[in-house]
């Protein structure tokens, strides 16, 4: 698969739209051609990284009335491949960092205050406390706390993957300066890791994620027994 990221920069748009169908199909993707998956997730990374997501959130999550000519759609995306719910998440699982981890693994649901349960995004296959988790934002503080409640509450760590950077915190209040908190911020004030849509792999090769690997939650059984035993 790694193959498939020196493919030049150039994108046949019909060809993205003669396999719409198949993207909607669930699994259906694997029947596409991986270049062409690989080139249409570069296209919709390059589309969202250049679009005003800051004012989008500001206006949705906020829900701060703007003219008609104001208004922020973000850009028009092909499908999503079933089962990912993100493009962030196809290039992550078949292209990234996380190519190793198994995408949704339905055994590691964790169930969190209220009885919820929370599904990962990918759970790491070197350590399975370790939980990554792709985001564009979190939308809401009742989000944000979901996330603190399933770490305490399972002796989980979070690693998130941002799909850009400085993204506010729709739901921080702005600061004396008209700043408002950052994603990044926010993860560094509850002690989880980030890193950011296409750095999975490089954040892999850190001290910082080695350490992870060899201490985090080395006392305890693993998640799976853990999990298993309730």
Known sequence: MTAALNIPELINMGEVMDVRNLFLKLNGYKSADL???YKTGMACRYAGQNFNWNE???QVFGRKPVTFEEALFPPELPPVPKPFRSWLEVMVSLFGGLNDCEYEPRKYKMKYVTEHTYQPDWVDSLNDRLVWEGKGVIPSLQDANKY??????????FIFIFQCKNINCPWARPRKDGT???????????????TFEGEEAEFRKTPRYLHLVKTFGKDRVSLIDQLLAK
Not at 148 to 157: F, I, L
Not at 180 to 194: A, V
């Open 148 to 157: 603190r409640c399933v770490a305490r509450q399972n002796g989980v760590h």
């Open 35 to 37: 270049d062409l998956i």
């Open 56 to 58: 989008r959130n500001d």
């Open 180 to 194: 408002r908190m950052t994603l990044e911020e926010w993860c560094k004030k509850e002690g989880f890791d980030f």
